[in-house]
């Protein structure tokens, strides 16, 4: 496996089982093998031995451990989830005053004035909607929980609209991480799979991972 991408971090990597440090480095590379995220890849010295790692073709003198491998990963002390976070991925999360309709099969979803923009890199802006600016009367809470290194912990909800169930179309963050704390407690539908006007403006789904 070759590596298409390679850069220095600068940051202080921890990899720690049971309390104890496994992984101790200042040297680590960031190593895309995908377009998505990036891994990190550790001198094999600021590796515990009996840790199992592979290596890179371009980068034979680093070794990459697998993120399961561990309990938890810290950047400086501040402990990391779900990967590596890419310097190349950015969260803006900015008040706005557009007019959001979302709606499905004819049936409005949501209507608001007051929504949260996330401008992610790499996805489509995301519409982020007060509570009482949604029909929660449509909404049941699943059992679906995902994780994201920039945003935090989502939980979901499916919708029924006239005997239909559309599972896992709405998200919310409870407790999002520091860089997406505008979006605590509101809900997101997916672009990609309702219709959605901005101020009287149909807006196209989106081709994504998520469609």
């Known amino acids: 496996m070759e590596l298409f991408r390679i850069e220095p971090t600068g940051k202080w990597i921890r990899g720690m089982i049971d309390g104890q440090v496994v992984i101790d480095s200042t ?8 377009q998505y995220y990036p891994w990190w890849y550790f001198p094999r010295a600021d590796v515990d031995e009996n840790l199992p790692a592979t290596t890179a073709d371009n980068l034979a003198d680093h070794v990459k451990v697998d993120w399961n491998a561990v309990d938890q990963w810290f950047e400086e002390d501040e402990e990391v989830f ?3 976070r890419s310097p190349f991925t950015r969260i803006d999360c900015l008040a706005s005053s557009r007019h959001v309709v979302v709606s499905l099969d004819g049936t409005v979803l949501a209507d608001s004035t007051r929504p949260t923009i996330l401008f992610e890199t790499g996805l489509p802006a995301r519409y982020y909607l007060p509570l009482d600016d949604v029909r929660t009367e449509l909404l049941q809470p699943t059992a679906t929980s995902t994780g994201c290194p920039y945003k935090g912990f989502a939980r979901y909800w499916s919708v029924a609209v006239d005997g239909e169930l559309y599972e896992d179309l709405v998200w919310g963050y409870d407790e999002p991480f520091r860089e997406s704390a505008p979006v605590k407690g509101l809900m997101c539908f997916y672009n990609e799979k309702v219709d959605l006007t901005i101020d009287g403006d149909p807006v196209s789904q989106p081709v994504t991972p998520f469609s």
């Open 27 to 34: 040297e680590a590379k960031l190593g895309w093998e995908h």
């Open 82 to 84: 779900i990967h590596p």
